[in-house]
């Protein structure tokens, strides 16, 4: 009889330390900054070879950041108040707006040369536990004019996704 209470309570402890340990965030960036003393952190997701987003928060400064390349040398810059248009897993459409200017830059790959942007959208803590909820299915950034950068976001992505969504919404 002690033998069957003490595994029941052991099974018991087991079962109630498993979530608490599931649920711990692993950010590529968690510290605080040395000046301000403000906690800083940033999740680094790869969409494909040539694009890259990241989920970013220092207090209550949330954003959406998006890095990508296009094939030649594009000698534009994207304006602040450009939209990203965010489709998530429940089809449901995120449309942020970017921080500031993104200048371009260029590179040499090979034998080819590329630019580079990189973008930071402003983010709701709403918007960001939707996409911890649901995922991202496709992402739609304007460029410049009728110009779009269009990537969609396979399956295998999203639990990074979403796990670094849940965890840098939480205060």
């Known amino acids: 009889m002690k033998r069957l209470v003490f595994s029941m309570l052991f099974v018991l402890t087991i079962m109630l330390i498993m979530p608490a340990q599931a649920q711990k965030c ?15 952190r940033r999740s680094y997701i790869n969409i494909n070879m040539w694009a890259k987003m990241a989920l970013y928060r220092a207090n209550d400064d949330l954003r959406f950041e998006l890095s990508f390349a296009r094939g030649g040398e594009d000698n534009f810059a994207i304006p602040a108040g450009s939209k990203v248009f965010i489709k998530l897993g429940d089809e449901s459409i ?78």
């Open 26 to 40: 692993k950010l590529d960036f968690d510290k605080k900054d040395p000046i301000t003393g403000e906690r800083v």
């Open 94 to 171: 995120l449309e942020l707006v970017s921080a500031n200017e993104a200048l371009p830059v260029s590179f040499v790959n090979g034998n080819q040369v590329a630019t580079s942007f990189a973008i930071s959208y402003y983010i709701t803590k709403e918007q960001m536990q939707q996409i911890g909820k649901f995922g991202i299915v496709f992402i739609k950034a304007a460029v410049i004019n009728d110009i779009t950068a269009n990537y969609e976001v396979k399956k295998k992505k999203n639990k990074k996704i979403t796990q670094s969504a849940l965890c840098i919404s939480q205060d």
